[in-house]
Structure formats: structure tokens, C-alpha cells
């Protein structure tokens, strides 16, 4: 562990002491949170259209471009676990104490699950599962409120701590 604790304080250093390194990182973060969670708002908001009750045309477009934005989605998420990981190292002691950070982290991880649940949906929507449709619509309706529930999580961390 005292390598752990000696790259950490290294990296603590180089990260507060160089603002364009600070300004990646974070525009990483926010980029692909802004990316990737208003492709998967939008997807998720196309799920809901109540157009999509009758004709197994747009039915199964919309399954194929859900299934697009979740490549898309996993990697902005990849980019705002690493990105996230190195703002955690660079003041550990803060977030590890901090509940809000717990609860960023209990609602981000609800979110992967989430995610988990909606894939599964998608793919035996294919099968032409009718109640794969309502699991479905309930995963993308937890999903808008989940993205932005984890947003408010992180916007509130530097303010409340």
C-alpha cells in the first residue's frame, strides 16, 4: 500500500499544481457525461414514444439504434470512470469521507445496473418479447432519472461536501 499512498501523493501534486492538467481531466469528465448521457436521455426518450405500440418497423429501428448508443454510452462511461478515478486520487481523503461522494458513487453504480437491466430488455425485445417492451420503457424511464440524479450528485460534491 505505501506505493499506493506514495502515487497518490505524487499525483496530488502534479494535479494541483498544474491547471491545464485540472481542465483535461475534469473536460474529460463532463464531456463524456454530456456525451454519453444525452445520447442515452435521448435514447431512452425514444423508447417512451408511444408511436412505437404498433408498428414492428420502427420497433425493431429502435431497438437497433439503442443498441448503437450503448457502444457509444460504455465509452463515455469508461472516459468519466477514468477521468473520475483521477480526481479521486488526486484528493482521496476528501472523497473518501465525503458522503455525497458515496451517494455520487451508490447512484452511479445503481446507473451501470440500470444499464444492465435495459441491454438485457433490448435484446429480448428482439425476440419479440411483448413484456421485454415494458421492462424496457421502466429501464429507460430509471435511466433519465438516474443520469441526471448522479449529475446533481457530482454538482453538489465541491458545494456540499
Do not use: C
Request: charged letters at 15%; zero cysteines; hydrophobic letters at 55%.
Amino acid at each position: 500500500m505505501t506505493w499506493l499512498t506514495d502515487w497518490t501523493t505524487s499525483w496530488a501534486s502534479l494535479y494541483a499544481n498544474s491547471p491545464s492538467l485540472r481542465t483535461i481531466i475534469t473536460f474529460v469528465h463532463l464531456g463524456a457525461l454530456i456525451g454519453g448521457g444525452g445520447l442515452a436521455i435521448a435514447t431512452d426518450r425514444s423508447v417512451l414514444a408511444p408511436v412505437l405500440e404498433e408498428d414492428d418497423w420502427s420497433r425493431r429501428a429502435l431497438l437497433d439504434a439503442v443498441g448503437a448508443s450503448h457502444r457509444l454510452v460504455i465509452v463515455a462511461v469508461v472516459l468519466m470512470i477514468a477521468s473520475g478515478m483521477l480526481m479521486l486520487a488526486a484528493d482521496v481523503d476528501t472523497y473518501l469521507y465525503s458522503r455525497m461522494f458515496w451517494l455520487k458513487m451508490a447512484l452511479f453504480a445503481m446507473l451501470l445496473g440500470n444499464g444492465a437491466v435495459l441491454t438485457r430488455a433490448e435484446r429480448r425485445a428482439l425476440g419479440h418479447d411483448a413484456s421485454a417492451w415494458r421492462r424496457l420503457r421502466r429501464a429507460a424511464i430509471a435511466s433519465i432519472a438516474l443520469w441526471f440524479l448522479t449529475t446533481l450528485a457530482g454538482v453538489a460534491l465541491p458545494n456540499i461536501g
